[in-house]
């Protein structure tokens, strides 16, 4: 049996893993919707969004803007508590821009997922250019006390393909928010798509370079996917040969040898992504998250190979 740094078998640093060792057991994470909106769609950075942003497509049933956080919350909680017999939560703020709005009102909405027992901390999905110092320093004071993680929509390191996005930040700004946010004793989590038009194979490898150097503490994959009614979907339909999808089977060797290339200390939360058949307009592989993720394993003990095994620190 091999052992790992991250102090169990499986072949990487896997998140739910570290959860159970963090909590000593289990953890659910529930999605809110606190009616955050974006700087890219309202006209303060840019109109329209990121050319691939459907943020329906991500968001459960009982995650409804309009309704409170404590009702979205105590919602979740039941349906879980019933289903799956979960009792220890994550607050998980996913859609849009969830430090896009005055300190007030983020201690507002953040104090009032903590009021839950049950709930031992939050998860902010956010962009590199809605973060600031004084943000930072609340976050860093609720995280003497509780699990806080933000985590930024890097999506690419090129800006090249951030601008042929319209992400409407640059690679500099992802990467000083990062490090910013570290530099608080803040959690930082990053998300990165691979298939995003323009980039070769070599240049998604390239990446894990790049980001190997940040101060990042989890890390989640996607392959591209569009969505129904976004602005890619229209790019789609006029020039399909602009986009090229990975096969499930190309890419399962792919995103192995990303984290063959991965920094061993980062926690990987997903590998792949899946999007409702109903909004979606690309190619599907037709099968669940939880089983893609079962080849990838049964792919890496085929290969002998794990996270970080060609890993070089720079
Ligand atoms: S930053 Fe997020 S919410 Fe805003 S447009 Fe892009 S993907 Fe959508």
């Known amino acids: 049996m091999k052992s790992f740094p991250w102090g169990h078998q499986r072949r990487f640093n896997a998140y739910s893993n570290y959860f159970k060792k963090q909590f000593g ?52 909680i039941d349906f ?8 220890r939560f994550l607050a998980y703020f996913q859609n849009f821009s969830n430090t896009y709005a005055s300190l007030d009102e983020l201690k507002r909405i953040y104090d009032e997922a903590l009021r839950f027992p049950e709930v031992e901390g939050l998860v902010i999905g956010t962009r590199p250019d809605v973060i600031d110092e004084e943000k930072l320093a609340y976050f860093a004071e609720l995280s003497k006390r509780k699990y806080v993680i933000v985590e930024y929509g890097i999506e690419s390191c090129y800006d090249q393909t951030l601008d042929r996005i319209n992400r409407g930040h640059s690679f500099e700004q992802t990467k000083k928010a990062i490090e910013q946010t570290a530099a608080y004793g803040v959690k930082t989590g990053g998300h990165l798509m691979f298939g995003l038009p323009g980039e070769t194979k070599q240049m998604m490898l390239d990446e ?65 992504g899946e999007a409702p058949p109903r909004h979606t307009l690309s190619p599907r592989w037709g ?12 792919r890496m003990v085929d290969r002998d190979t794990w996270q970080g095994k060609y890993f070089k620190k720079s």
Do not use: W
Not at 287 to 298: C, K, Y
């Open 25 to 76: 057991q289990r953890i659910q994470k529930l999605s809110v919707n606190a009616g955050f909106t974006c700087p890219n769609r309202d006209g303060t950075v840019a109109r329209g969004g990121c050319t691939y942003c459907n943020n329906e497509a991500f968001s459960p049933s009982y995650c409804v803007a309009g309704s409170s956080v404590t009702e979205q919350l105590q919602k979740g």
């Open 208 to 272: 894990v370079d790049i980001l190997n150097n940040l101060p990042l503490n989890n890390i989640k994959f996607h392959q591209l996917q569009i969505m129904k009614d976004t602005i890619m979907a229209r790019e789609y339909k006029e020039n399909p040969d602009h986009f090229r999808f990975f096969e499930l089977d190309e890419y399962i060797d792919f995103v192995i040898d990303v984290t063959e290339r991965l920094n061993p200390a980062f926690v990987i939360e997903r590998f792949s």
């Open 80 to 87: 879980h508590k019933d289903r799956y017999n979960a009792s």
């Open 287 to 298: 099968l669940r998250t939880p089983d893609v993720m079962n080849l990838i394993e049964q």
